[in-house]
C-alpha cells in the first residue's frame, strides 16, 4: 500500500464513519472495498489478469457466502441490492476500458467487456446452482475447503504458478518465454483464504452466525486489512459492522495515533532499514561477521517495524469505521521466551493456527487409539504448526526449515519451561526479572537467526551466510 | 483523550514544525557535515556517485560538504609520516566500472611509494564523474583544506568548452560555491546565469529541502552496506562498449575547424586551478583515450572528438606546457583501443595500469627527484 492510497482510505474512512444508517453504511462498506480489491491489486504481466484476480476474489467471496448460509437466509429479497452492487461495479470498472484515460482503480486497461460479462454470467450461474441445489452440508464444506487450499497451493508453490502462468499466456497467445511464478500475483489472497477457510470450518462445527451477503463479503475484503491483516474473526467483525460507529474524540484520537504510528513505523523506519536489511543480494557480499549481524538486525526489526506498522494503519482505519480490529502485535521482540514471543507475534495468524490445527490435532491425538506420550504429542502438533505457518509463506525449502526452526525452539523452550517451572518461581524477583532481560536477549537472537532462513532464497545461500555470521565463511 | 486534547496536541505539533521550518530556512546549512562515515562507517575510496543505488549502494548528491565528509580523506588531521597525493579529474579518474583499488588513484596508492625523506605516499580518488574544468576547481578548492602535497589532474578535452562549464549537475547546483570561485579567480563565469540553482526562501525549509535531507539520510545507510561489502558501484557482465563506427560528423561543439577557437575554451578556468594550488606542485595528464580505426575514424578519433579539435588542443596544452612550464604528461595515444570499455575514456584495469606506470615515473620525480 503506498502512501497515497493510505491517505485516500483515511479519507474514505473518515468519511464513512459518519454513515450511521445500517444499509447505507453495509452497503457503501461493501462498495469501498470492492474498489480496493481492484485499485491494490498490482499490475501482471499476464494480459486481463490483474482484472480477473480481483474479479474472482469477490466472486469467490460470493460463491462462499452461498455455501456457507443455510438455504433460510439466502433470500434474494434481503440480498439482491449487494449482489447487483457486486455486479454493478464490476461491470462498471470494466467499462472504464472505453474512457480515453486510465483511472486509478484498476492496475491496467481492463479487458474486453463480453469476457468480464462471461465471468459475471458463470459466477452468478455458479452462484444459483449452487443455492438451488445445495445447502451448507458437511461435503460441500469440505469440498470447499479443500479447492481453497489447493487455490492456495497454486499461488504458493512456484512450479505450479509457473504452470499457471504458461497456460494463461498460451489462452492469450502471449510469450511463453518470459513466463514466471511472479506473473501469479493475487493481492491478498492469503489472508482471504484464511477468512474463507475460517468460515467454512466454522459452517461445518455450526459456529458460524448467520450473516447477509454484504456482510459476508465486506468481512472478506474488508479494505483496511486487505493487504496484510490482521485476521479477524467474522463474528465478532460483524457485531462492529452492525453496530452504529460511535463519533467520540477519543475514538478520533485513538484512529490517529495507530495511523500515524503506523505510518511512522512503515514508511519512516521499516522503509528505511530495508535499504540495509538482509536480502538475498548482499548475504552474498558481506565481508565481515560484525557486518552481517547489522544486516541481520535490521531485517529483523524491518520485518517487525513493516508488518505492525501496516496493522496499526488497520486498526487506525478500522477505528474511523467505527471498528476494533483486533491487535496483531504486542512487543513481540521484549518478550522472554519463544512461547510468549508467538503469542505476541503475528497474533490474530498464531490463533488461527491454534483454533483450525493445533486444537484440533492435539485433541485427535489424545484421543487416538494409540496412546502418545505427552512431549510426543507436543513435539508433533508444535513442529507440524510451524512448518504449515511457514509453508503459507510460500512452498520452499527455506519455509519448511523455518518451520522447523520455531517447531523445534517452541518445543525445547516448552519442556525447559517444564523443568524449571518450580525452580523459577521460588527466585527472587529481582532475579527473575534479570533472567528474563536474558531470556529476551536469548529469544530475541533466537528468532531474528530464523530470519536468516525467511529473508534468504534458498538453504545453500543461507548456510553461507550463517557461517558468515559466525566468522566461518 | 477529548476534542480539546486533541485539538492542542494538533496547534502544538503544527506550531512546533512551523518553528523547526523556518529556522532550517533562516540558518545557515552545514547539516552535510554531520556524517558516519569515517566514525562508525569506513571512509568511502571515492566519491558517492550513482544512480541504481539499490545495486551500487551509493547515490549522486551535491551537497559538497556531505561527500567530503564520506571520503577517507575526512578520516582526520594529516599524519606526519604521510606524503598526501590528490587526483581530481573526470569519470575516468573516479573509475566508471573500476573497483576503487583498481583505478589511477588506487594503483598509486597500492604501489605503496615513499619520499626520499621516508614519508609513505597515500593517494585520494577525488575525481567525479563530469566533465568540467569548474567542478576540477571546485572540488580541489574544497580539498585543499586536506593539505595535500600533490596533485595529479588527468583532463580531457571535454572539460574546457566555455558552454559546458556550469552544465554539471554538481556545479548548478553549488552555486553559492561558485559564486565565490569567481570572486576569488575573477572567472569568466556569468553569476546570472540560468544554468545556476538558487534556491529561494521556502525551497531552504525543511519541506523544500526535504529531497537533499532524504539523500544525506540514504548516503549514511548506503554506508553501512559499502562497509559492509566494499561494493560502490555496479559491474555488469555486459554493457555497451564503446562506439568506434561514426557518421561523418566533423562537428565540435558548434565549430567545424579547421581551427579550434580557443575563445571557446575555459582556459582562464584551468589557469584558476593551477592558481588554487599554489605552491602545491602539480602533474598535468592528458588522459588517455580510446583511438578509432573503425568506420570514419580518419575524421574522428572517437565519439567524444573529430580530429582536427582534438589535435588542435593538444597543441595548444603542449604549447602552454612548454611556455609556461608545467608537468604535463600527454598520454593520448597510450593505451590500445580495445583497453577502453564503455567510453572513450573509461580503461579497463589493464588500460588503467599503463598510465598509472607513466604518472608514477612522474610522481616519482616530483617525491624524490
Given at each position: 500500500m503506498t502512501p497515497v492510497y493510505i491517505v485516500v482510505f483515511i479519507a474514505a474512512a473518515a468519511l464513512l464513519g459518519f454513515v450511521t444508517h445500517d444499509r447505507w453504511r453495509v452497503n457503501l462498506l461493501l462498495a469501498v472495498s470492492a474498489l480496493a480489491v481492484y485499485a491494490l491489486q498490482p499490475a501482471l504481466p499476464v494480459r486481463g489478469l490483474d482484472f480477473y484476480l480481483p474479479t474472482v476474489t469477490l466472486a469467490l467471496a460470493a460463491l462462499t457466502w452461498v455455501l456457507t448460509t443455510p438455504r433460510e437466509m439466502r433470500s434474494w429479497r434481503a440480498n439482491r441490492t449487494a449482489a447487483v452492487l457486486l455486479g454493478a461495479l464490476v461491470l462498471a470498472l470494466a467499462l472504464t476500458r472505453y474512457l480515453g484515460f486510465s483511472l486509478p482503480l484498476t492496475a491496467s486497461r481492463p479487458p474486453q467487456t463480453q469476457m468480464?460479462?462471461?465471468?459475471?454470467?458463470?459466477?452468478?450461474?455458479?452462484?444459483?446452482?449452487?443455492?438451488?441445489?445445495?445447502?451448507?452440508?458437511?461435503?460441500?464444506?469440505?469440498?470447499?475447503?479443500?479447492?481453497?487450499?489447493?487455490?492456495?497451493?497454486?499461488?504458493?508453490?512456484?512450479?505450479?504458478?509457473?504452470?499457471?502462468s504458461l497456460f494463461l499466456r498460451g489462452l492469450n497467445e502471449q510469450s511463453l518465454t518470459t513466463a514466471s511464478a511472479l506473473d501469479i500475483r493475487w493481492l491478498g489472497f492469503s489472508y482471504i483464504a484464511f477468512r474463507l477457510l475460517h468460515t467454512l470450518r466454522d459452517r461445518q462445527s455450526g459456529r458460524l452466525p448467520p450473516v447477509s451477503l454484504a456482510e459476508y463479503v465486506t468481512y472478506i475484503v474488508f479494505f483496511p486489512t486487505l493487504s496484510a491483516g490482521p485476521i479477524d474473526r467474522i463474528e465478532r467483525f460483524v457485531g462492529d459492522l452492525r453496530r452504529p460507529p460511535v463519533r467520540a474524540a477519543a475514538d478520533w484520537g485513538e484512529a490517529g495515533k495507530r495511523l500515524l504510528l503506523g505510518m511512522f513505523k512503515k514508511f519512516a523506519l521499516a522503509d528505511t532499514l530495508a535499504i540495509i536489511a538482509l536480502n538475498g543480494t548482499n548475504a552474498l557480499q558481506v565481508r565481515t561477521a560484525g557486518w552481517a549481524w547489522v544486516l541481520l538486525y535490521a531485517y529483523s526489526f524491518q520485518l517487525y517495524f513493516d508488518f505492525s506498522g501496516y496493522t496499526d494503519i488497520a486498526i487506525g482505519l478500522g477505528r474511523l469505521l467505527g471498528f476494533k480490529l483486533p491487535e496483531n502485535f504486542n512487543a513481540p521482540y521484549l518478550k522472554p521466551n519463544l512461547t510468549q514471543f508467538w503469542n505476541n507475534w503475528h497474533m490474530t495468524l498464531t490463533q488461527w493456527?491454534?483454533?483450525?490445527?493445533?486444537?484440533?490435532?492435539?485433541?485427535?491425538?489424545?484421543?487416538?487409539?494409540?496412546?502418545?506420550?505427552?512431549?510426543?504429542?507436543?513435539?508433533?502438533?508444535?513442529?507440524?504448526?510451524?512448518?504449515?505457518?511457514?509453508?503459507?509463506?510460500?512452498?520452499?525449502?527455506?519455509?519448511?526449515?523455518?518451520?522447523?526452526?520455531?517447531?523445534?525452539?517452541?518445543?525445547?523452550?516448552?519442556?525447559?519451561?517444564?523443568?524449571?517451572?518450580?525452580?523459577?518461581?521460588?527466585?527472587?524477583?529481582?532475579?527473575?526479572?534479570?533472567?528474563?532481560?536474558?531470556?529476551?536477549?536469548?529469544?530475541?537472537?533466537?528468532?531474528?537467526?530464523?530470519?536468516?532462513?525467511?529473508?534468504?532464497?534458498?538453504?545453500?545461500?543461507?548456510?553461507?551466510?550463517?557461517q558468515t555470521l559466525f566468522g566461518a565463511a | 483523550?477529548?476534542?480539546?486534547?486533541?485539538?492542542?496536541?494538533?496547534?502544538?505539533?503544527?506550531?512546533?514544525?512551523?518553528?523547526?521550518?523556518?529556522?532550517?530556512?533562516?540558518?545557515?546549512?552545514?547539516?552535510?557535515?554531520?556524517?558516519?562515515?569515517?566514525?562508525?562507517?569506513?571512509?568511502?575510496?571515492?566519491?558517492?556517485?550513482?544512480?541504481?543505488?539499490?545495486?551500487?549502494?551509493?547515490?549522486?548528491?551535491?551537497?559538497?560538504?556531505?561527500?567530503?565528509?564520506?571520503?577517507?580523506?575526512?578520516?582526520?588531521?594529516?599524519?606526519?609520516?604521510?606524503?598526501?597525493?590528490?587526483?581530481?579529474?573526470?569519470?575516468?579518474?573516479?573509475?566508471?566500472?573500476?573497483?576503487?583499488?583498481?583505478?589511477?588513484?588506487?594503483?598509486?596508492?597500492?604501489?605503496?611509494?615513499?619520499?626520499?625523506?621516508?614519508?609513505?605516499?597515500?593517494?585520494?580518488?577525488?575525481?567525479?564523474?563530469?566533465?568540467?574544468?569548474?567542478?576540477?576547481?571546485?572540488?580541489?578548492?574544497?580539498?585543499?583544506?586536506?593539505?595535500?602535497?600533490?596533485?595529479?589532474?588527468?583532463?580531457?578535452?571535454?572539460?574546457?568548452?566555455?558552454?559546458?562549464?556550469?552544465?554539471?549537475?554538481?556545479?548548478?547546483?553549488?552555486?553559492?560555491?561558485?559564486?565565490?570561485?569567481?570572486?576569488?579567480?575573477?572567472?569568466?563565469?556569468?553569476p546570472a546565469d540560468p544554468s545556476l540553482v538558487?534556491?529561494?526562501?521556502?525551497?531552504?525549509?525543511?519541506?523544500?529541502?526535504?529531497?537533499?535531507?532524504?539523500?544525506?539520510?540514504?548516503?549514511?545507510?548506503?554506508?553501512?552496506?559499502?562497509?559492509?561489502?566494499?561494493?560502490?558501484?555496479?559491474?555488469?557482465?555486459?554493457?555497451?562498449?564503446?562506439?568506434?563506427?561514426?557518421?561523418?560528423?566533423?562537428?565540435?561543439?558548434?565549430?567545424?575547424?579547421?581551427?579550434?577557437?580557443?575563445?571557446?575554451?575555459?582556459?582562464?578556468i584551468f589557469e584558476a586551478v593551477l592558481a588554487a594550488a599554489g605552491d602545491i606542485p602539480v602533474i598535468v595528464v592528458n588522459e588517455p583515450m580510446l583511438i578509432?580505426?573503425?568506420?570514419?575514424?580518419?575524421?574522428?578519433?572517437?565519439?567524444?572528438?573529430?580530429?582536427?579539435?582534438?589535435?588542435?588542443?593538444?597543441?595548444?596544452?603542449?604549447?602552454?606546457?612548454?611556455?609556461?612550464?608545467?608537468?604535463?604528461?600527454?598520454?593520448?595515444?597510450?593505451?590500445?583501443?580495445?583497453?577502453?570499455?564503455?567510453?572513450?575514456?573509461?580503461?579497463?584495469?589493464?588500460?588503467?595500469a599503463l598510465m598509472v606506470e607513466q604518472v608514477k615515473l612522474s610522481l616519482q620525480n616530483q617525491i624524490c627527484p
Open positions: 468480464v460479462l462471461a465471468l459475471l454470467t458463470v459466477a452468478a450461474l455458479l452462484g444459483l446452482l449452487i443455492a438451488r441445489f445445495t445447502s451448507p452440508g458437511k461435503a460441500v464444506l469440505s469440498a470447499a475447503f479443500v479447492l481453497v487450499i489447493l487455490l492456495f497451493l497454486l499461488l504458493k508453490v512456484p512450479a505450479l504458478s509457473l504452470q499457471l493456527f491454534r483454533a483450525y490445527f493445533f486444537n484440533p490435532v492435539t485433541r485427535a491425538l489424545r484421543s487416538g487409539k494409540k496412546t502418545l506420550s505427552i512431549p510426543v504429542i507436543i513435539f508433533t502438533t508444535q513442529l507440524a504448526t510451524m512448518v504449515l505457518i511457514g509453508l503459507w509463506h510460500g512452498v520452499t525449502w527455506n519455509f519448511v526449515l523455518w518451520g522447523l526452526w520455531q517447531g523445534i525452539g517452541l518445543f525445547l523452550h516448552n519442556r525447559w519451561s517444564e523443568l524449571t517451572k518450580a525452580r523459577f518461581a521460588s527466585l527472587p524477583l529481582r532475579w527473575q526479572k534479570t533472567l528474563n532481560v536474558g531470556g529476551a536477549l536469548l529469544t530475541f537472537h533466537f528468532v531474528s537467526l530464523s530470519w536468516v532462513l525467511f529473508a534468504l532464497p534458498e538453504p545453500a545461500v543461507s548456510v553461507r551466510f550463517f | 483523550m477529548d476534542a480539546r486534547f486533541l485539538r492542542n496536541v494538533l496547534l502544538k505539533g503544527l506550531l512546533l514544525f512551523l518553528v523547526l521550518d523556518l529556522l532550517a530556512a533562516a540558518l545557515p546549512s552545514g547539516v552535510g557535515k554531520l556524517s558516519l562515515y569515517n566514525h562508525l562507517l569506513d571512509g568511502r575510496l571515492r566519491f558517492p556517485f550513482g544512480e541504481d543505488s539499490a545495486r551500487s549502494y551509493n547515490l549522486s548528491l551535491f551537497d559538497l560538504d556531505a561527500m567530503f565528509a564520506s571520503h577517507i580523506i575526512a578520516a582526520g588531521p594529516k599524519p606526519d609520516g604521510e606524503y598526501r597525493v590528490i587526483v581530481i579529474g573526470d569519470s575516468s579518474t573516479w573509475g566508471t566500472l573500476l573497483r576503487p583499488e583498481e583505478t589511477l588513484a588506487g594503483q598509486l596508492d597500492a604501489a605503496d611509494m615513499q619520499t626520499c625523506d621516508g614519508r609513505r605516499v597515500r593517494v585520494y580518488n577525488l575525481g567525479y564523474p563530469t566533465v568540467s574544468l569548474t567542478k576540477d576547481l571546485m572540488v580541489l578548492d574544497y580539498a585543499l583544506r586536506y593539505n595535500p602535497n600533490l596533485l595529479i589532474w588527468p583532463l580531457t578535452l571535454e572539460s574546457f568548452p566555455a558552454d559546458k562549464q556550469l552544465s554539471s549537475p554538481i556545479v548548478s547546483n553549488n552555486a553559492a560555491r561558485v559564486d565565490e570561485l569567481i570572486a576569488r579567480y575573477d572567472l569568466p563565469l556569468d538558487r534556491p529561494d526562501f521556502w525551497e531552504q525549509t525543511l519541506i523544500g529541502q526535504r529531497r537533499a535531507l532524504a539523500d544525506l539520510l540514504r548516503l549514511q545507510l548506503y554506508g553501512v552496506l559499502w562497509s559492509a561489502t566494499g561494493i560502490d558501484q555496479t559491474y555488469p557482465a555486459d554493457y555497451t562498449r564503446a562506439q568506434t563506427d561514426f557518421d561523418a560528423d566533423i562537428t565540435f561543439h558548434g565549430q567545424s575547424g579547421p581551427d579550434l577557437d580557443e575563445t571557446q575554451l575555459a582556459f582562464d578509432s580505426a573503425g568506420e570514419n575514424g580518419d575524421l574522428r578519433y572517437n565519439f567524444l572528438y573529430p580530429r582536427w579539435a582534438y589535435d588542435d588542443w593538444r597543441a595548444m596544452m603542449q604549447a602552454r606546457a612548454v611556455s609556461e612550464g608545467w608537468n604535463y604528461l600527454d598520454l593520448w595515444n597510450l593505451v590500445p583501443a580495445d583497453q577502453f570499455t564503455n567510453s572513450a575514456i573509461h580503461m579497463s584495469p589493464a588500460g588503467q
